[in-house]
């Protein structure tokens, strides 16, 4: 078992910066790779960027390219979402996953462990 805890939500002005952390414990040591997805009221969840533990390879979603920022702390099991420039769009339940392949994965199905979702509120 994988436990995923999601924190750093909250309301921000557009234009304005958040970070989300996101902290694993458990059997946490055959997790590859760790992604954010999110979702807003009535679509479905969205990829937004994915990293792997081991030698930090990331990739994004084409929406948040250049504006968000996946790193993480190996030794705190704790992986970080900056977001920057934000936009009111960006409003939605933010999840982190991880799952066990090794590659960066973008559909939501790879993940087997989700993470409860934290809020982010972008005001206009």
């Known amino acids: 078992q994988v436990q995923l805890v999601e924190s750093g939500g909250g309301l921000v002005q557009a234009g304005g910066s958040m970070r989300l952390s996101c902290a694993a414990s458990g059997r946490t040591f055959n997790r590859y790779v760790m992604g954010w997805f999110r979702q807003a009221p009535g679509k479905e969840r969205e990829f937004v960027a994915a990293r792997r533990w081991s030698d930090g390879s990331t990739k994004y979603g084409d929406s948040v390219k250049g504006r968000f920022t996946i790193s993480s702390d190996n030794p705190k099991n704790t992986v970080y979402l900056e977001m920057n420039s934000l936009k009111p769009e960006d409003t939605a339940v933010y999840y982190c996953?991880?799952?066990?392949?090794?590659?960066?994965?973008?559909?939501?199905?790879?993940?087997?462990?989700w993470g409860q979702g934290t809020q982010v509120t972008v005001s206009s």
């Open positions: 996953a991880t799952n066990r392949r090794w590659a960066l994965d973008i559909r939501e199905y790879e993940y087997d462990y």
